[in-house]
């Protein structure tokens, strides 16, 4: 089984700009994460807000202004070209793309051998239904639910 990645498709300035937003935003936690001396709190004192604030700047949409990113490149030492560099953001979108393709596979795989069309019952997963009686976890007034059948 084979899995497409659909990457969104660019049909004016705005998206351009929220893709390139993206971008920045998902380059700028990849080196964040790398990083052994540049951490939010650092980004934070030198933009003179709170550590709550920059996650939000670096989180939110449209938070991250050209003068923002081109500080946080100086900061982290690398050029506002590498910011904006999208091939990382889409190896890791190809990559979690297959990783859940091979997990649908594995699934699909796994229900193949235990469900057989027609059966008025869903496979069983062995979780979230006892033996007798209703699933763990609801809540119900109904005695007969609540019991176990012998």
Known sequence: MT???VMPTLTGESDHADYEDSVLRFNIKLLLAKSQNVT?????KKF???TAGMSQKINKPGRISVRDAVIIADELGVTLGDLLDDRAMVEDIERRGREVGQLLELTQRGRASSYKPGDQSA???GRGREANGAPRGTRTHNPRLKRTLL
């Not at 939010?40 to 934070?44: E, K, R």
């Open 40 to 44: 939010q709190t650092v980004l934070a």
């Open 48 to 50: 003179g807000i709170t």
């Open 3 to 5: 899995s497409q990645i």
């Open 123 to 125: 496979p069983e997963s």
